[in-house]
């Protein structure tokens, strides 16, 4: 990161970094997860100050406490009053976006991730290709194309990278994978085909759903290559017939979220390719030529126009889960329910790319996600159910196959007496979970050395205490015989019965997750026009596509999504400039 800002300050380029009321050149970079994250602040280009900060327990993940604490410990390190932007290539559960929020709030301008740009003044810009959308999808696509030599400018609407992809936590799908071989697991990509059109109710567009599926074992082999390894423990989730989860570990072996390992190692990867970023950013317009796509319109913070020229455009905004209005537009029933979602998945690609007469399907499949945390959207990674966690209603007692699919799961949660429920994990799943112990930093979770203590800290009254230890002996039960009798979920994946403690447990209930539908697309992701024709130099990737999952996503197939269709994406406007 210092050598990129280095680069950015002697190579020509200073204009583009923020001069603060003081006069100087200032960037921060943050990165981290759970609550540490480290910040690094540069003042004209030399590193200030280097500091970890470590939220205290008492703090809350999200929230102005936390955040206040930060901005102070970066002003006492500085010991001055110096212009701060602050940065984050990892939001937690939306944490640093909190922090930047807070720094934005103090006057203190961000200036988003690894030393990417927010420009103030009109800008006008070239590239081959021109990404809008940092997350995930956008990011692989950037990469993808930058590698081939293609030059790329990327827009980013948050004021840091990762979009939706930061909060995942649980991992990516993948079939036939060499990571499958190595740990004896049996997939095919028929079976990842089956179980995602099961889940998608048949919705799915088979053709797209194929290529997905062809697609994830190169994806991994494409990750790894980059140094992105999801070499940790396969994993299940609702829907799946195989272990096909794959999922990152930390040095120490620890389980990580997916999410934010990839945001923080994509991004980086996009800082080593000198790929020019303009974060706060918003597209409003895809600019035509012929026919043609040919660059981006957008606004900047300060209202400031930015137009970006280029041969073809890729389109990566995400879905509109952050946005209620256009939510309740497709969905009034899902009115009153909190989101999952950051809130620059706003939906803006329906307003432009409908200005072109580009086709959508299915805006009206929006998935509920069954764990989330109900006061603030924090996502309870559904791994966890895979692992062994159970989902216990306020009476004690378990309701449903917690490994059912998403749909399925949040019907029955919706059904219980209060509409939100119980996770309950233990001991033996916390250890070599750093998923686990996010949540707990996170003041997520409640404990207790026995079931007797955990039902107090729940607020379990007698009768409700007396039917949890009757239904965790009976799942252990269940465990041990291989049947579970009461809900046939598949024991397999289950690595503890739960039968001894401590335990832990987490309030969820069911939030606003993933648009299944958004712009049409056909294998070469390019974008369909209402008259079934590709629109030319235009392609999309990622949750802003529709087709793909159908009525119900399943967990796992949007990371495995963003990578496969973020890098056909690429080549195929790579092919359409050469040709
Ligand atoms: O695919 C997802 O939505 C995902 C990985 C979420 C999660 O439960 O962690």
Redesign the pocket.
């Given at each position: 990161v210092t050598i990129c800002i280095l680069l950015a300050l002697f190579c020509g380029l200073a204009p583009l970094v923020k001069k603060g009321a003081s006069g100087k050149s200032y960037v921060a970079n943050a990165q981290g997860f759970g609550g540490n994250i480290e910040v690094t602040v540069f003042v004209d280009g030399d590193t200030i100050t280097d500091i970890t900060y470590e939220a205290p327990d008492e703090t809350p993940s999200v929230g102005g406490v936390a955040m206040s604490n930060l901005k102070t410990q970066i002003i006492e390190e500085q010991n001055s009053n110096v212009d701060v932007i602050a940065g984050a290539t990892y939001s937690s559960t939306g944490f640093l976006e909190a922090v930047n929020a807070a720094l934005n709030e103090a006057g203190v301008v961000a200036d988003g991730s690894n030393g990417s740009k927010t420009v103030a003044e009109d800008y006008e810009g070239t590239a081959d290709i021109v990404v809008i959308g940092g997350g995930g999808a956008g990011m692989t696509a950037a990469i993808s194309a930058a590698e081939e030599g293609k030059s790329v400018i990327l827009l980013e609407k948050n004021s840091i990278l990762g979009g939706n992809t930061a909060r995942?936590?649980?991992?990516m799908n993948a079939a036939e994978t060499h990571y499958e071989e190595e740990q004896g697991v049996e997939d095919s990509v028929q079976s990842f085909i089956d179980d995602t059109m099961a889940s998608g109710k048949n919705m799915n567009d088979p053709e797209l759903v194929k290529v997905l599926a062809e697609n994830t074992s190169g994806a991994i082999d494409w990750l790894d290559s980059e140094g992105i390894e999801l070499n940790g423990p396969l994993a299940t989730?609702g829907g799946l017939s195989a272990n096909r989860t794959h999922r990152p570990v930390d040095a120490d072996g620890n389980i990580i979220p997916?999410g934010s390992y990839l945001v923080d190692k994509l991004s980086a990867r996009m800082d080593e390719l000198g790929i020019e970023v303009h974060t706060n950013t918003a597209a409003t317009e895809i600019i035509m030529e012929d026919g043609k796509a040919a660059g981006v319109k957008a606004t900047g913070s300060s209202g400031n126009n930015v137009t970006i020229h280029a041969d073809a455009v890729i389109v990566a905004t995400g879905g509109f889960g952050g946005n209620m209005d256009k939510v309740t537009e497709y969905r009034p029933d899902l009115e009153g329910y909190i989101s999952t979602n950051v809130t620059t998945a706003s939906g803006d690609a329906i307003d432009f790319l409908g200005d072109l007469n580009a086709d959508f399907v299915d805006l009206d499949q929006i998935q509920l996600?069954p764990?989330v945390v109900p006061t603030d959207g924090t996502?309870v990674?559904?791994?966890l159910r895979g692992d062994g966690a159970i989902l216990v209603n306020k009476e004690g007692h378990r309701f449903f196959n917690e490994t059912g699919t998403r749909d399925e799961v949040s019907a029955a949660e919706i059904e219980q007496p209060t509409g939100n429920v119980w996770l309950i994990v233990n001991q033996d799943m916390y250890e070599g979970s750093a998923v686990i112990s996010k949540l707990e930093k996170g003041g997520y979770l409640v404990n207790g050395d026995t079931l007797d203590d955990l039902a107090k800290a729940m607020e379990f009254d007698a009768d409700a205490t007396a039917a949890l230890k009757e239904t965790v002996e009976t799942w252990s039960g269940y465990v041990a015989s291989g049947v579970d009798e009461d809900f046939g979920r598949e024991i397999g994946a289950v690595k503890t019965d739960l039968s001894s403690g401590p335990y832990y447990a987490v309030n969820v209930g069911p939030g606003i997750?993933?648009c299944m539908g958004g712009v049409k697309i056909n294998t070469s992701a390019e974008v369909i026009d209402t008259d079934g024709n590709p629109i030319e130099g235009l392609y999309a990737c990622g949750e802003v596509t529709g087709g793909i999952h159908g009525a119900n996503?399943l967990?796992?197939?949007?990371?495995a999504d963003i990578v496969v269709y973020g890098r056909i994406a690429a080549e195929s406007a790579i092919e359409y400039i050469e040709k």
């Open positions: 995942a936590s649980s991992g989730m997916v996600h764990t996502l990674g559904e791994a997750h993933h996503r967990g796992g197939n949007a990371v």
